[in-house]
């Protein structure tokens, strides 16, 4: 069971520049989650800008409040859902928001409570769960078929678990059609996906799939999956868009389904920061830091380090000692909490420093646990991040 009691953020009342300059007043001893609404406002009016179609935010990449309140402000009018909970979550938020439902397995129940708050945007993945909509949900509602292709070039694969391939999907298509819903497909490339190719791929067989069982797409929803800025190797968001607009033009022509995207990860990975404070320094050189994997680390195992890692001393200056390969351990008993590669690190940090971990936006508060007592954290809003 989570203690929400541990992960709850204390909410600080004030806006601050940057995190050193917080940093540098405060001194916390706990974790910080630095948040900077005005990045998050200009990631989605990249998505408004150069996506030629609707922006949801995949909700459970960061359910925080202040991410939905951001979003809404910053003209963002859909969410991509997956429980009952995120449905009650953005009605809160959000009253008016379409709520597209894009978890394709849900018992009657969470059906029911879908319904009930009158999701948009269904999709389905097999003909039992398409069996389990047409119970309850209105004719002429939105049903998009989910098609997975073996496609690389994402961090992960998320075809494994969901989707059906194209044969498949090709019935289910025709199903959701006789069965009076408005017709739609739906894919998801995998998360962090750096390969445009992948999207051109999948709209390709999304058109030909359309062709072959004569069913008009009312939309084209072309998941998540879009790559945060890890790196040098990672396309920026408008490439992927390009890609996309391609694809589209090549193989539907001019009477193309309206698109639909729902990003989690590059909406908001880059809109928050953490600060963890170093607690030991131990002779080999190793750091026990006082967040870790059980924490808002938890990705970095899976999905490597999300960006630049800084150095802070107590006195706000910035570590710049000649880089060192370190390992960092997390605070809990569990020897499985160590970062699985070591991380270069300026060779003068000292027990008190603060290493400010960037890109941390995403799958870090949704997953964090209070395991061992620890996973407590301030969540700090600042202006911009120091440079
Ligand atoms: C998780 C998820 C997303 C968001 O994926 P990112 O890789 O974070 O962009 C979008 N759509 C669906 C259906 C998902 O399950």
């Not at 920026?236 to 193989?251: G, N, T």
Request: include cysteine; hydrophobic fraction near 45%; charge should be negative.
């Amino acid at each position: 069971m989570r203690d929400y009691s541990q992960t709850q953020p204390r909410i600080w009342p004030q806006i601050w520049p940057n995190e050193i300059d917080h940093l540098q007043h405060v001194r916390p001893e706990a974790p910080v989650l630095y948040f900077a609404p005005e990045k998050l406002a200009d990631t989605a009016r990249r998505f408004a800008q150069g996506f030629d179609g609707m922006t949801t935010y995949a909700v459970k990449a960061n359910p925080e409040r202040a991410v939905l309140d951001t979003l809404v402000a910053a003209g963002v009018t859909g969410f991509d859902v997956a429980s009952p909970a995120e449905i009650a979550l953005v009605r809160d938020v959000a009253p008016g928001a379409a709520l597209h439902y894009n978890n394709p397995v849900r018992s009657p129940a969470e059906i029911a409570a879908g319904v009930a708050a009158g999701v948009a945007s269904w999709s389905v993945d097999g003909l039992s769960e398409l069996a389990k909509l047409i119970e309850q949900v209105p004719q002429g509602t939105e049903v998009a078929v989910r098609l997975a292709l073996p496609v690389s070039g994402a961090a992960y694969d998320f075809g494994s678990k969901f989707g059906e391939a194209p044969e498949g999907a090709a019935r289910l298509l025709r199903a959701v059609a006789k069965a009076g819903f408005t017709p739609a497909m739906t894919f998801h490339p995998g998360t962090q996906c750096a390969d445009p190719a992948a999207w051109a791929r999948y709209i390709e067989t999304c058109a030909d799939i359309a062709e072959a069982t004569g069913v008009r797409l009312a939309r084209l929803n072309v998941g998540g999956g879009f790559p945060a800025a890890t790196g040098p190797h990672v396309p920026p968001l408008e490439a992927v868009f390009d890609a996309i607009h391609s694809a589209r033009d090549a193989a539907f022509g001019p009477d193309a389904p309206r698109l639909v995207c729902e990003p989690g990860r590059a909406m908001v990975a880059g809109a928050f920061s953490l600060a963890t404070r170093v607690k030991a320094k131990r002779e080999c050189g190793s750091l026990f830091l006082n967040d870790g994997i059980y924490g808002l680390l938890a990705e970095v195992p899976l999905m490597g380090l999300p960006g630049r890692v800084r150095v802070v001393a107590p006195d706000g200056s910035l570590r710049d000692g000649a880089p060192m390969g370190r390992v960092l351990y997390g605070p809990t008993c569990d020897s499985l909490d160590r970062l699985p590669q070591p991380v270069d690190l300026p060779g003068d940090v000292e027990e008190g420093d603060y290493l400010i971990f960037d890109g941390i936006g995403a799958y870090s508060t949704a997953t964090a646990t209070g395991f061992n007592g620890y996973g407590a954290y301030d969540l700090v809003t600042i202006r911009q991040p120091a440079p």
